[in-house]
Nanobody
Framework: EVQLVESGGGLVQPGGSLRLSCAAS????????IGWFRQAPGKERERVSF????????YYSDSVKGRFTISRDNAKNTVYLQMNSLKPEDTAVYYC?????????????????WGQGTQVTVSS
């Protein structure tokens, strides 16, 4: 059974930083593209960032480019999302997702596997 467990969310002031972690089990981690989506109240779930299985490809949405950094540690089966210069509009539940195919992160389809989400709140 594939499990994705997010951690690292919380309350932070505008301009602050958080690092999210996604620990994966039940899959051959090295073979999977792993990434993050987020969903704010009343809004659709949106792509944030993801990283390819070979660690040579990354994607960032325009809204987070230059502020967020995604990385992976294949030895620990974990993906990280370093979030800097946080803004109130970054407030959302952040979900980790995994799929064998990069295309399922960029197209109209969605990744096969999802975590339960972690809340990020940016507020003074």
């Amino acid at each position: 059974e594939v499990q994705l467990v997010e951690s690292g969310g919380g309350l932070v002031q505008p301009g602050g930083s958080l690092r999210l972690s996604c620990a994966a089990s039940g899959l051959t981690f090295d073979d999977y593209t792993i990434g993050w989506f987020r969903q704010a109240p009343g809004k659709e779930r949106e792509r944030v960032s993801f990283i390819s299985s070979s660690d040579i490809g990354t994607y960032y949405s325009d809204s987070v480019k230059g502020r967020f950094t995604i990385s992976r540690d294949n030895a620990k089966n974990t993906v990280y999302l370093q979030m800097n210069s946080l803004k109130p509009e970054d407030t959302a539940v952040y979900y980790c997702a995994a799929d064998f195919f990069w295309a399922n992160f960029v197209g109209s389809t969605r990744p096969d596997y999802w975590g339960q989400g972690t809340q990020v709140t940016v507020s003074s």
